[in-house]
């Protein structure tokens, strides 16, 4: 059974940096693409940074290229988010998602992590 686990979230000030931590299980993610996404309260959830497990192949959210880096660690089996000069818009709920390649979706994500950023 495939499991996505999140954590690294927190309450941190304009600024400052966050480093998630996606620990994934239950398969082998050679052929999927990993990927960050964030809902905010009252708002749609919106992709982040997605990496392809082969390759590492890096995509990214206008809204944060430039301040966060997406990394894998294929013999932990673990994706990392590194944020960085962090903003009071970055606040929300960060999800962690497995696409399939070749997928028309994502076929598996994580529970969440909480990341607050006081102005």
């Known amino acids: 059974q495939v499991h996505l686990g999140e954590s690294g979230g927190g309450l941190v000030q304009a600024g400052g940096s966050l480093r998630l931590t996606c620990d994934a299980s239950?398969?082998?993610?050679?052929?999927?693409?990993m990927a960050w996404f964030r809902q905010a309260p009252g708002k749609e959830r919106e992709f982040v940074a997605s990496?392809?497990?082969?390759?590492?192949?890096?995509y990214y959210a206008d809204s944060v290229r430039g301040r966060f880096s997406i990394s894998r660690h294929k013999v932990k089996n673990t994706v990392y988010l590194q944020m960085n000069t962090l903003k009071p818009e970055d606040t929300a709920v960060y999800y962690c998602?497995?696409?399939?390649?070749?997928?028309?979706?994502?076929?598996?994500w994580g529970q969440g992590t909480q990341v607050t950023v006081s102005g």
């Open positions: 998602a497995a696409q399939r390649v070749g997928s028309d979706s994502y076929n598996y």
């Open positions: 239950g398969r082998t993610f050679s052929s999927y693409a």
């Open positions: 990496i392809r497990w082969s390759g590492g192949s890096t």
